[in-house]
């Protein structure tokens, strides 16, 4: 059979080499974009949170400025600030004179400042109404209402809420930072349509007279800015409140009476004027105006983007880990393919030979080649002991079968009478020739796993007993004594007739082991959840070299194979086969000159009636 030739795709050192660079390849692929990505990931998150901690530093520091005079308070609010944000806060005057810093004292500031706390002009205030003026609208100023006001407003609001309920509008009511309340129907619903016109009557829209007073003042401060702007007032200027406005003041809503203001840019001339006014209202009841200081002070988003010479660096790192990787797998293949080749050579050879391969590693390879040599030495050992058994077997059905076709040639020749003597000693071989066979017939179903057991309680005592009275005779023939003794409490649930073939054949092979004068003993005893049988000889014991094969088949201690001492080399075989049939096993300790034991181990069963 000729060497089958392995395609170069197919081989293994190829395909380790193969799946290696690739797992190279894509570990340090995956590896590469895990960290940019994660890199890149991480920095977007980092600069969104801080963005979105610096808006909230931002308005919590306008809203100081809108509610407060000045910075003399600010100092509690900003250290808490700063814990809470985890960065530093410094507030300066526009001319960097330090206001309150959340760093010890003598920490440099960062170059530039991060933003402008100026509630009076601001773009970061995201409530409906800031972006447009640019003035925080927690700016309330003069138009605060007092607690009697707030609370005749409180009535007003409450009479709306109610007449709107009545006919059916769900309304929402919200305070605002002045203090006035504003109510609205839900989902912008159209008090019109349900019939709620009623329930306006102007009052809640009506300003209080501290917000009379602030709004004369403020249409006076306006009217310069409009003359200049070219605006025809037509008379004076009046400023009040309307709900459907767009920009918050002090809880309500600006608007221009009897005042021609025109569109375009006429219009929008009238609202800037209108916003300066209010800036110039509102600028004693704010802070002045203060330079805000975050961290580094650089506040340029990061932007995360690998160098060429980091790239050259990933590329040669990454060529670098492949080229090890093949090196180093090419390596482990050859030495990993080298016995393997060895086993398969020798896998292919003829079963004759019984080739071994030499064992040169200790690993998972090394063991196979172990494995491999044991299976060898299986093989040779097995079918030696397959040529011996045939042997064996030939041998002993020879003798029997050679003496009856002997006396039968000479009966027939008319030589001798057939006697009965004769025919005593014919029907004495034609039994051997019987046990022989039946031997045989019990091995083998023992090995086909068919041996039928019947089991049923059985007392150890009683079973030593049958089985050294059926040896009763044997053993005073030939001057042996034969005891037994035995443990009361020691029950087997097993086939009494094969535990008495067994214990036959152990008796039987001691009686013709121990010289006249002999003891043979037969003891059972209970052991924890097992019972022990045993059967002791006075003979001349097994030699140590010898008692690995006493339950081989066929196998004698007379290495002549004489029958002199009787027995077929079978009956301890099926001993073994017959205890483990139980589940038990089957032992054997001997020293020279000091007789045999053999033990029986088999599991112990519950006394007859004995449920538990």
């Given amino acids: 059979m000729g060497r089958r030739r392995i395609p170069w795709r197919k081989r293994l050192v190829v395909r380790l080499l193969f799946v290696s660079a690739l797992i190279a390849v894509c570990s340090v692929a995956a590896t590469a974009w895990l960290a940019v990505t994660t890199t890149t990931s991480a920095l977007k998150e980092e600069q969104g949170q801080d963005l979105a901690a610096d808006n909230r530093i931002l308005a919590r520091l306008s809203g100081y400025a809108a509610t407060h005079a000045d910075w003399k308070e600010v100092r509690a609010a900003l250290r808490e600030l700063a814990a809470r944000t985890g960065r530093r806060i410094a507030l300066t005057t526009p001319d960097r004179t330090l206001v309150a810093d959340s760093a010890p004292r003598g920490t440099p500031l960062p170059p530039r ?47 709306r809420r109610r007449c709107y309920e009545r006919h059916g509008l769900q309304v929402t009511v919200v305070r605002t930072a002045s203090g006035r309340p504003v109510v609205s129907p839900a989902d912008a619903a159209d008090p019109a349509e349900h019939g709620a016109t009623v329930c306006e009557d102007g009052r809640l829209n009506t300003p209080t007279p501290a917000e009379r007073k602030a709004l004369d003042a403020l249409s006076g401060l306006a009217r310069p800015c409009l ?23 002090g809880g309500g809503y600006l608007v221009a009476k009897s005042a ?3 569109t375009g840019e006429t219009a929008r001339a009238a609202q800037r004027c209108l916003t ?89 390879t090394g063991i196979l080649a172990e494995a491999f040599n044991g299976l060898t030495e299986r093989r040779e050992r097995l079918e030696a002991q397959r040529k011996a058994m045939v042997s064996d077997i030939a041998h002993e059905l020879r003798s029997p079968l050679t003496n009856i076709r002997g006396w039968l040639e000479v009966v027939r020749d008319g030589v001798v009478d057939p006697d009965p003597a004769l025919l005593d000693s014919l029907h004495e071989e034609a039994l051997v020739l019987q046990r022989i066979i039946d031997d045989l ?21 009683d079973l030593l007993e049958q089985a050294a009275a059926a040896h009763r005779v044997a ?52 052991d924890g959840a097992d019972v022990v049988l045993a059967v002791t000889d006075t003979g001349a014991g097994i030699a140590p070299e010898d008692l690995p ?40 300790a001997s020293e020279p000159g000091e007789g045999a034991v053999f033990t029986l181990r088999l599991p112990a069963g519950p006394p007859p009636g004995d449920e538990s």
């Avoid at 605060?144 to 609001?157: C, E, I, P, T, Y």
């Avoid at 003359?227 to 406005?245: C, E, I, S």
């Avoid at 005891?483 to 020691?490: E, K, M, N």
């Fill in 441 to 461: 017939q019990d091995l083998a179903a023992a090995d086909a796993g068919t041996l039928r057991l019947h089991r049923e309680p059985l007392r150890a005592g």
């Fill in 549 to 588: 094969h006493v339950f081989e088949r066929f196998w004698r201690a007379e290495k002549s194979r004489s029958r002199r001492t009787g027995g077929s080399g079978l009956g301890l075989p099926i001993v073994r086969h017959l205890v483990a049939a139980h589940g038990g096993t089957a032992e054997v």
């Fill in 227 to 249: 003359h200049r702007a070219g605006v025809d007032l037509g008379g004076r200027l009046f400023l009040t409140f309307d709900p459907g406005g767009k920009d918050p003041l």
């Fill in 260 to 262: 021609r203001l025109g």
């Fill in 113 to 159: 400042p991060a933003a402008t706390v100026d509630p009076l002009r601001t773009d970061t205030y995201t409530e409906s109404g800031a972006q447009l003026s640019g003035i925080d609208p927690r700016v309330v100023g003069p138009y605060r209402l007092a607690a009697k006001d707030r609370a005749l407003l409180d009535a007003l609001a409450a009479k």
């Fill in 475 to 526: 053993a005073d023939a030939a001057g042996v004594t034969l005891r037994t003794r035995t443990d009361g409490a020691a029950w087997l649930d097993a086939d009494p007739v094969r535990m008495r073939q067994a214990l036959g054949n152990l008796v039987s092979n001691a009686l013709r082991h121990t010289p006249g004068g002999g003891t043979v003993t037969l003891a059972g005893r209970r």
């Fill in 276 to 364: 300066t006014a209010r800036r110039t209202q509102l600028e004693p009841y704010v802070a002045p105006v203060a330079e805000l200081f975050l961290g580094i002070g650089d506040q340029n988003p990061a932007r995360f983007d690998m160098s060429p010479a980091n790239k050259a660096k990933v590329v040669g790192v990454a060529g670098l880990v492949l080229a090890v990787t093949v090196a180093v797998t090419a390596v482990v293949a050859v030495r990993l393919v080298r016995p393997l080749r060895a086993l398969t050579l020798a896998a292919q050879q003829p079963p004759e030979l019984h080739v071994r391969v030499p064992v040169t590693t200790r690993d998972e």
